[in-house]
């Protein structure tokens, strides 16, 4: 095929981008949102910034799972230590690694664990899972973890650190290299969002386009639907960083319906099925 006429093509539409192509050859996933947990009454001022102050809402612990092509991927591995049931109190908790039997998988069957950043919440169960490969950006992970394993910002749990530091000397750790990475086929992260140092947010690909798992970069819907910052950002009062990273994402998902949140409870609301604490996301 001559250059002339896969330029006339494409003027005229007929030959995708090389972003569609590659999308194309994508594997699709089947993407879910499993409910592990809850919090009554949270402060929405820290999830919205320059909500009333006054105003409280339910949250919901969450993992996202993506299965398809012979893998079994989460989207952050929750919390199982004692020491943070007590002091959060959480409703309706179970192990994450139970939790996902909701959706058919065990925990030696997830192969791949996207680890979004280092807060307890998301972090604290990734030892859970025996076979799963760990995934989290280079720069997230030396800012916050020591050579030793120690912590090296409060902003991660001393044993989460240690934890995170045992399973990269056991060459379980991927330390991913920067912005708009292909980690796994059809499943692709991106930075920006400052919840952390280099918190990251997760594309993947799907039958019905693009879905973004934004995990703390975007809190709420509402951060969506209002164009407002999430209350807690790595530099204090920093609302561009998060707006650019709303924006992109909205650039990234099929649909803004597509793009999930990082805690809120609106998710089994807005994706009914197939019910009991999952939410598919199609």
């Known amino acids: 095929m001559s250059p002339r006429y896969i330029f006339a093509l494409a003027t005229f539409g007929l030959v995708g981008s090389g972003a569609a192509v590659r999308a194309q050859q994508s594997p699709a996933y089947e993407v879910y949102m499993v409910r ?3 919090f ?7 999830l919205v910034r320059g909500a009333d102050t006054g105003r409280r809402t339910d949250l ?4 996202g799972v993506m299965k398809g092509a012979g893998r079994n991927v989460l989207l ?3 919390f199982y230590r004692e020491k943070f049931l007590t002091a959060w109190k959480p409703f309706d908790w179970q192990r994450p690694s139970t939790a996902i039997a909701k959706v058919g998988l065990k925990p030696e069957d997830v192969t791949d664990i ?3 950043h280092v807060h307890w919440d998301h972090l604290d169960g990734a030892d859970l899972f025996p076979k799963a490969r760990i995934w989290i950006q280079k ?3 030396e800012h916050y973890v ?3 394993g120690q912590p090296r910002e409060g902003a991660i749990d001393t044993a989460d650190a240690q934890m995170l530091g045992r399973l990269h000397r056991a060459g379980r750790v991927e330390l991913v290299d920067g912005d708009a990475r292909e980690v796994i086929p059809g499943i692709t992260v991106y930075t920006g969002g400052r919840h952390t140092f280099a918190s990251q947010y997760v594309g993947v690909h799907t039958a019905a386009g693009v879905v973004v798992l934004a995990s703390d970069n975007m809190y709420m819907f509402e951060n969506l639907a209002k164009h407002v910052a999430i209350g807690a950002t790595f530099v204090p009062g920093d609302s561009t960083s998060n707006l650019q990273a709303q924006d992109r994402m909205r650039r990234i998902a099929a649909s803004p319906r597509l793009i999930i949140p990082g805690h809120d409870p609106d998710v ?9 604490g999952v939410a598919k996301i199609e």
């Open 146 to 148: 020591g050579a030793d």
């Open 36 to 38: 592990f947990a809850g």
């Open 114 to 116: 996207i680890i979004s």
């Open 76 to 78: 952050d591995a929750g």
């Open 60 to 63: 919901a612990f969450m993992v």
């Open 40 to 46: 009554h009454a949270f402060p929405v001022a820290e």
């Open 268 to 276: 089994f609301v807005r994706f009914p099925t197939p019910g009991d």
């Open 139 to 141: 720069a997230e992970y």
